[in-house]
């Protein structure tokens, strides 16, 4: 049998399959809009203006992660287990549980901006008289004060899909607002109102997509349920906790490049790094849908314990992921220049040598986009923490040195190893406890 065939005739990479080609084609519609967006935002606003907005929406994100406990991980984990079980007593409390405390956490995040938005001019814009951008920008925190645990839910009732529908009305939203700008000589403020209407759309419409899908699964009560009706909560708390641990961490040393680069350098390095960052991570459009996608099957596995199947399941959505992230990370590296001059024109060339080296680290990264999904569903929260908090302090205590003498480059280079240095240990870690497991 060819190896096509055999992934052809396995009834759970396809059911993967199908669920991420619904999700990637609506995503890929989101992307080319995007690509729009850049196109235009790139030329109206110049890369200090570009650079400068990048900074402003990189804050609220970076604020709202430090107070974020990741809810979308913890329903999968164990909404998903109780839906399985056909448990609704327990796995209503538990959706109740994880929507007020997102919904507190979203309230927190946002009085935070609000009252460090002036620091934040001062020291990572380093531009006068726009610390009411921090505070305008954050109202998006409010917006999507459910994002998290609706996106939970809309994986495990397997209606993931609707998320790319909604991803592509805010993008088209978006873009329209933007080209308005563009056309009719629009400030820089216009371009900040599209981003936070589109973020606003993202969050209402999964909410109000998951409340649907709640009513479906649990009846129209549910909400009523106590939060008493939950037996294991230390355990949640545990995995909660881990999670916020983790994911501010994930936040602070991998997804705040801007922040940092605004704070080592000024908003038009900011600006170019911002493109190669942008232009890099059209890797992670396929990459999505498989993770949103896969999580709950890896789980669903690991509760089983079918050891075996996991194993071969994992090798298969490897062998797909390689094929094409290899092919997309040479196409950057070759073309590069072509790509950034398409994308925001020859004033940004200077974006090149990070992309480079943020390609490298992207194209391991998502390759092996499995590698904490299967701790959580192994119930090992806590490494993932270890290992990206060691990777993330080398990381930051590498850039106050390099940074600041090799520039955008030197940025690129440290987020790479990041991802080269946890991920891989992270998988080592994985496969060795399914050997474990298997072997008992």
Partial sequence: MSLLSKFKNDPLFAKVMRSSGSLFSNNTLALGLSVVQGIMATRLLGPAGFGLIGVVMSFASV????FSFRMSELVVRYGGEYLNKQDKEQASALFKAASTTEALVSLMAFLVVLATAQLAETYLAKTPDIAWMFTFFAINLLANFNTETSTGILQITE??????????IQAIVTTLIIAGAFFFGGSITVVLVAYLIGKSILGLGLFTLAQNQLKEKLGSGWWRTPFSALTARREIFRFAFSSNISATIIKLFRESELIWVGLFLDTTAVGYYRVAYTITHFLAIPADPLIATTFPEINKLAVEKT???LKSFLKKITAFSFSYNLAIGAGLILFGHWVIQIYSGKEYLAAYPA???????????????????LLLALGLPEFPVYVTLAAGIIKLALSFWLVPVYGVAAAGGLLSFYYIASVGLMVLRGIREIGNRESV
């Fill in 159 to 168: 209606k993931i899909k609707l998320q790319g529908t909604v991803n592509l």
């Fill in 355 to 373: 992309l480079v080296a943020l390609t490298i680290g992207l194209v391991f990264n998502y390759i092996l986009f499995w590698n904490r999904p």
């Fill in 307 to 309: 050891w075996g199947k």
């Fill in 63 to 66: 604020v709202n992660s430090i």
